[in-house]
């Protein structure tokens, strides 16, 4: 049976994502090339043609006008080859269209020796029967939320029985932009057009300058309005 050595260490927040080349559904790319000055979500899946993950690629497909607005360049990664996965996008289309306008245009890395899989420890080394008939491991169903600097800034790992949110991922995303943007943080359900909080390396001198409609709740906890473009 075909197997992979166990990473020693796993990648942190704060890591540089690593680079790669690969062969995907728009052509061959260099992940940071093609991620340029641009945010990036790589997201991956255990096989195609697979019923979560056909849900969650065509929910991705119809977000596109909203990652778009947010600088955010999505990937998603099977461990299988072109040619499925070009029959996988039939099939993403059409179902997704029951829900809304369903067009896959984003690219997915071909994965079928791991090898990308493996560099982000993807696999999946728990179940020892969840491989393909080569004896490879399949992939976890993991998201990366990669900023311009190529620097991660969020990992999630789903069980297999757990769709993932995209809402909940484009949050995030929102809150980390707006993190870096203005100093603040958020707080617990934030989302887009909610108070932030004044971030706690922010004097009282400073924040009345930057936040001058702040709250003082507690002595560290302040909160402000935010608006975001």
């Not at 704060?14 to 680079?19: L, R």
């Not at 998201?143 to 991922?169: C, H, M, Q, S, W």
Request: charged content about 25%.
């Amino acid at each position: 049976m075909a197997s992979f050595p166990k990473h020693e260490y796993t990648l942190r927040l704060g890591s540089i994502a690593p680079n790669f080349d690969a062969e995907t559904t728009i052509g061959t790319i260099n992940f940071h090339e093609w991620l340029g000055d641009s945010w990036g979500v790589l997201f991956s899946h255990p096989g195609d043609f697979t019923p979560v993950c056909t849900t969650e690629l065509g929910e991705v497909a119809r977000r596109a006008p909203d990652f778009a607005k947010r600088n955010v360049k999505v990937i998603g990664l099977s461990a299988n080859n072109l040619d499925d996965h070009t029959a996988w996008i039939k099939d993403i289309n059409e179902y997704g269209g029951k829900v809304g306008p369903t067009d896959v245009q984003f690219p997915i890395i071909a994965d079928a020796d791991r090898k990308v899989s493996y560099m982000y420890d993807m696999l999946d080394y728990q179940d020892a029967t969840n491989r393909d008939a080569k004896g490879l491991p399949f992939t976890i169903r993991t998201v990366f939320v990669i900023d311009p600097k190529k620097v991660i800034r969020l990992t999630l790992a789903y069980p297999a029985v757990a769709g993932r949110n995209f809402d909940e991922i484009i949050r995030v995303i929102d809150a980390l932009q707006a993190g870096d943007a203005h100093r603040i943080a958020t707080p617990v359900n934030w989302k887009r057009g909610d108070d932030a909080i004044v971030h706690v390396s922010v004097g009282a001198d400073e924040a009345a300058t930057l936040f001058p409609d702040h709250v003082v709740h507690l002595p560290y906890l302040r909160t402000t309005p935010l608006k975001l473009d």
